[in-house]
Nanobody, 122 residues
Framework: VQLQASGGGPVQAGGSLRLSCTAS????????MGWFRQAPGQEREFVAS????????MYADSVKGRFTISRDFAENTVSLEMNNLSPEDTAVYYC????????????????WGQGTLVTVSS
């Protein structure tokens, strides 16, 4: 499975962006999909995930109520709707896929996209 993330860019604080992750080389129906981010000088961290078993979603506490993850099986895409952005959300955002359910661990995601940069200005 190859993942391609897109949709990043500059945005002002309080604004919104929608990131998309398109998969090729295989369907997403048996995978757990996640979004991670890595700010400059910091470690990569979990943002949100969508578990294929029942469609259960998980969010990092820092984005709950502001970000929404969704998936489109027909289009083989996973999206991350980001609202009320703050400068602390500035990072490279990565989509990832794995077969371990309910996981926030980077190690459990075996397929990664190239990342898309989100820059939030105050």
């Amino acid at each position: 499975v190859q993942l391609q993330a897109s949709g990043g860019g500059p945005v002002q604080a309080g604004g919104s962006l929608r990131l998309s992750c398109t998969a090729s080389g295989g369907p997403l129906t048996s995978l757990n999909m996640g979004w991670f981010r890595q700010a400059p000088g910091q470690e990569r961290e979990f943002v949100a995930s969508f578990t294929w078993t029942g469609g259960i979603v998980m969010y990092a506490d820092s984005v709950k109520g502001r970000f929404t993850i969704s998936r489109d099986f027909a289009e083989n895409t996973v999206s991350l709707e980001m609202n009320n952005l703050s400068p602390e959300d500035t990072a490279v955002y990565y989509c990832a896929a794995g077969r371990v359910v309910f996981s926030k661990s980077i190690a459990d995601y075996k397929h990664w996209g190239q990342g898309t940069l989100v820059t939030v200005s105050s």
